[in-house]
């Protein structure tokens, strides 16, 4: 499913963000991504979502090569991919079913279908009955649930997940975690960035380890 291949990145300033990285996360694993606060985590994110380029090396997604697409056909590839911020982005003078419902309207669903696919992801991660309140109503768990609805909506292969339960509790972080588990179960690859070491301890994934840009740990199946 991912697969970087010798991968480097280095910004215009010289920082070198990543360093020669190589790990394969195959269809339908599980898989958490740590590290130290700037060792890379989000960087190796934003090249699986072409938000940013490699400076060296290859990322392939579902075999296709990342290094081959062209401006115009990154829309398209990201639909495959469904993503959950620390943050929830959520557009706060829209209500949950018009948040959940976004990716559907850009990419062109029919309104009875995109209604079936917004209450079907809303009513998994528990909100059925709040489809008509505004986020800023809820809480934070609650707006993370928001968050993960609207990213597995479109029904993606892939679901990345960056610092999701960086602002809530351990008892909701867990709740946070046991819905990406659910997922996974149904086939969904699955990476999450964490700081949450003792969350990735007790769930017993595969776990990728970055250090100052260098992989360290966990770069194959046995690692």
């Known amino acids: 499913m991912i697969k970087f291949d010798n991968v480097s990145k280095r910004y215009e300033t010289g920082y070198e963000a990543l360093s020669h990285v190589n790990f394969q996360i195959d269809h339908g694993e599980m898989v958490f991504l740590t590290g130290h606060s700037g060792a890379g985590k989000s960087t190796l994110l934003k090249l699986i979502m072409l938000m940013e380029r490699s400076s060296r090396g290859q990322v392939l997604v579902a075999n296709q090569n990342l ?14 991919i469904g993503v959950v911020f620390q943050d929830h982005q ?77 602002n809530l509790d351990p008892k909701l972080s867990a709740e946070i975690m046991d819905l990406f588990e659910d997922f996974n179960r149904v086939g969904v690859t699955v990476l999450i960035a964490t700081h949450d070491l003792e969350l990735v301890q007790r769930l017993g994934h595969r776990e990728l380890i970055l250090k100052e840009g260098k992989l360290i740990h966990g770069g194959d199946a046995d690692g």
């Open 67 to 80: 290094n081959r697409f062209g401006r115009l056909q990154i829309p398209y590839y990201r639909r495959n």
């Open 90 to 166: 959520l557009l706060f003078d829209r209500s949950v079913y018009d948040n959940v419902a976004l990716p559907l309207l850009v990419a062109g669903f029919q309104p009875r279908d995109a209604e079936r696919r917004v209450r079907a992801a809303l009513d998994k991660v528990g909100l059925l009955n709040k489809e008509k309140s505004l986020p800023i109503t809820l809480s934070g768990g609650e707006q993370q649930r928001v968050g993960i609805a609207r990213a597995v909506v479109n029904k993606p292969p892939l679901l990345l997940a960056d610092e999701p339960t960086g």
